[in-house]
T-cell receptor, first 114, second 111 residues
């Protein structure tokens, strides 16, 4: 069964609004979660590493104020796309790993900004 | 830095044909290697992995062997099915904390 769950799977919002995406680890404690963005016909781009109880680590070129990440507990990380615009429309995927070394992904969230 | 290069798609095959999707990597250390699969409209699922040289990962009829001498981890399947149609991603992890993905290869299997 799924070990990482993401919600919502699809969201449509108006330009200028903020959208929150949740990522939960279902059967293990995740001190670290990863947020990826997938562009059409492209690979996954790591946006940031979410660390429980501390600030997220953002990859170069990713706006911290635009993509707010909160990892308040060992089972939940959230990504908030603030003041969303059409260019933020994308497929966002979270992932987390166990000590076995592999990364488990959520189902993904497709954001459409009108 | 670390990176993964995989063959561009799409790859179109008839059912029961043989599949090979090439993947090569560049890494400074001794990475673990993975193949992930993404079915339409879904997230990524781990297909198989190998953690050291000469290891062979296998799952659902797919196989890939960790070749250190050629820095490769090609995905193979002897007889594909329509249900194998998906996008396949090769990935490496230098440590537990960071994964690098290839650009993905779309596989279309026709009945």
């Amino acid at each position: 069964g799924a070990v990482v769950s993401q919600h919502p799977s699809r969201v449509i919002c108006k330009s200028g609004t903020s959208v929150k995406i949740e990522c939960r680890s279902l059967d293990f404690q995740a001190t670290t979660m990863f947020w990826y963005r997938q562009f059409p016909k492209k690979s996954l781009m790591l946006m940031a590493t979410s660390n429980e109880g501390s600030k997220a680590t953002y990859e170069q070129g990713v706006e911290k104020d635009k993509f707010l990440i909160n990892h308040a507990s060992l089972t939940l990380s959230t990504l908030t796309v603030t003041s969303a615009h059409p260019e933020d429309s994308s497929f966002y995927i979270c992932g987390s790993g166990r000590t076995s070394g592999e990364l488990f992904f959520g189902e993904g969230s497709r954001l459409t900004v009108l | 830095g670390d990176s993964v290069t995989q063959m561009e798609g799409p790859v179109t095959l008839s059912e029961e044909a043989c599949l090979t999707i090439n993947c090569t990597y560049t890494a400074t250390g001794y990475p673990s290697l993975f193949w992930y699969v993404q079915y339409p409209g879904e997230g990524l699922q781990l297909l198989l992995k190998a953690t050291k040289a000469d290891d062979k990962g296998s799952n659902k009829g797919f196989e890939a062997t960790y070749r250190k001498e050629t820095t490769s981890f090609h995905l193979e399947k002897g007889s594909v099915q329509v249900s194998d149609s998906a996008v396949y991603f090769c990935a490496l992890s230098d440590d537990f904390n960071k994964f690098y993905f290839g650009s993905g290869t779309k596989l279309n299997v026709k009945p």
